[in-house]
């Protein structure tokens, strides 16, 4: 069965830098979108980012020009670059991902199981 692992969440002060990392392992034939969701308790998931197999990304209008998603195909990792941060980014980031395996006739979606960044000064 296909995993997802996310690291590199932490404490970061405000108007700092962190760089998310996911990466997917298991019998995989194709991973299509790919996506980074953050929530905070009390409130609903909410899509950060995202990025199809070609490389077109997507942002919430909260983060664009702050946050960079990217991925390395052959490493079936996904990258959610966050700089400037502000208090109001501090959640639990998941990683999404839609897959094919070898076993599948279609995608299916995956998640992590989230890693959490806190925004404190």
């Known amino acids: 069965q296909v995993q997802l692992v996310e690291s590199g969440g932490g404490l970061v002060q405000p108007g700092g830098s962190l760089r998310l990392s996911c990466v997917a392992s298991?019998?995989?034939?194709?991973?299509?979108?790919m996506r980074w969701y953050r929530q905070t308790p009390g409130k609903e998931r909410e899509l950060v980012a995202a990025i199809t197999s070609g490389g077109t990304t997507n942002y919430t209008d909260s983060v664009k020009g702050r946050f960079t998603i990217s991925r390395d195909n052959a490493k079936n990792t996904v990258y959610l670059q966050m700089s400037s941060l502000k208090l109001e980014d501090a959640a639990v980031y998941f990683c999404?991902?839609?897959?094919?395996?070898?076993?599948?006739?279609?995608?299916?979606?995956?998640w992590g199981k989230g890693t959490l960044v806190t925004v404190s000064s």
């Open positions: 298991g019998s995989i034939f194709r991973i299509n979108d």
């Open positions: 999404n991902a839609d897959i094919l395996t070898f076993i599948g006739v279609y995608g299916m979606d995956y």
